[in-house]
């Protein structure tokens, strides 16, 4: 058996004379929790379509938990866990009715008791003869998890997955995700447009424009911006912004409650610039910069970069 769950390399799709994932290469070891981050249309949920057997690449080739991702795509569906932005189960009926149905697809045996032993592990035994369509966000999310792990998958792969619930019901979901991951070693590779969730997970891959700009841990990925950040406080920070804007080795400006973060590659123009809103009775200290500034800082050198282009 293959130690990558997932491992394919010159990966790419077009739709016309558009391209949707350019020149992709991407492997992750079986059992970690990755995070796919990207602006909309950067091409993630292409992507993970092409891995799983549902859309055919144009280019490229690899295979998903062993199995080939362009000739043996039933293979791959029948140990995937894949989990749709929108909520895509049947709002008309029960949770334990939408999970008895999916049971039934999967040719499970003894499905009266998977299904118990699924709505235990996921809380959602008093809610079980609730019609998903009068749920929340959060307990539609969490009858949808139930539903693409109950065939106990290898390989989950949630797009999205807490888009439009609240903060509390994001907490429980991702804990619910440590969970599976930590229990029967599932391999999970989740897209996400919020920053305190791909903190969450053991790597990182950063898409924009359809190319990977970047991969690896949280303190990689930072390191590999090379930015150095500043907070500031004082009186009139907008004044300080404004004053900011135009000065040498300032790059980022980020108004932060009532402080002021202030981020930059170049270290001693950076240094001097501070030096001088020191003397003008502001107070600072450097802290670590943002994955967000990361982010914006390496599609930005990769958006100068012919490596990157089109």
């Known amino acids: 058996m293959s130690e990558l769950a997932i491992d394919v390399t010159g990966l790419r799709k077009t739709f016309g004379s558009k391209v949707a994932v350019e020149n992709l290469d991407l492997q992750l070891p079986r059992g970690e929790v990755w995070g ?6 950067s091409g993630k949920t292409t992507t993970i379509r092409m891995i799983c057997g549902l859309l055919k690449p144009t280019e490229g080739e690899g295979q998903c938990l062993g199995f080939d991702f362009r000739t043996e795509a039933g293979k791959i569906k029948r140990e995937v866990g894949y989990m749709t932005q929108k909520f895509s189960f049947w709002t008309d009926l ?8 999916v049971a039934r697809l999967y040719l499970m045996d003894d499905i009266a008791g998977t299904v118990d032993r699924t709505l235990d592990g996921l809380g959602l035994t008093d809610r079980q003869h609730q019609l998903a369509g009068a749920l929340s966000g959060g307990w539609q999310q969490r009858l949808a998890l139930a539903a693409v792990t109950m065939h106990q998958p290898q390989l989950l792969l949630l797009d ?3 888009a439009g619930v609240d903060p509390q019901a994001r907490r429980d979901f991702w804990d619910q995700i440590r969970q599976i991951s930590g229990k ?3 391999t999970v590779l989740v897209s996400t447009h919020y920053m305190d969730e791909a903190e969450r997970c053991d790597q990182i891959a950063y898409l924009a424009n359809g190319r990977l700009v970047v991969k690896g841990s949280v303190h990689d990925i930072i390191a590999q911006s090379n930015l150095v950040t500043f907070r500031a406080e004082g009186d009139d920070l907008r004044s300080l912004s404004a004053w900011l804007e135009h000065r040498p080795g300032v790059e980022h400006i ?3 409650g009532a402080a002021l973060l202030v981020s930059g590659t170049d270290r001693a123009l950076i240094e001097k610039t501070i030096g001088e809103g020191e003397a003008a009775g502001f107070r600072w200290q450097e802290v670590r910069p943002s994955l967000e500034d990361a982010f914006i800082a390496l599609a930005g050198q990769a958006g100068r970069d012919q490596r990157w282009q089109a």
């Open 254 to 256: 980020t108004h932060f």
């Open 184 to 186: 029967g070693g599932v």
């Open 94 to 101: 029960t949770i334990r009715e939408n999970l008895e149905f």
């Open 160 to 162: 999205e997955p807490t």
């Open 36 to 41: 796919f981050v990207g602006p909309n249309g």
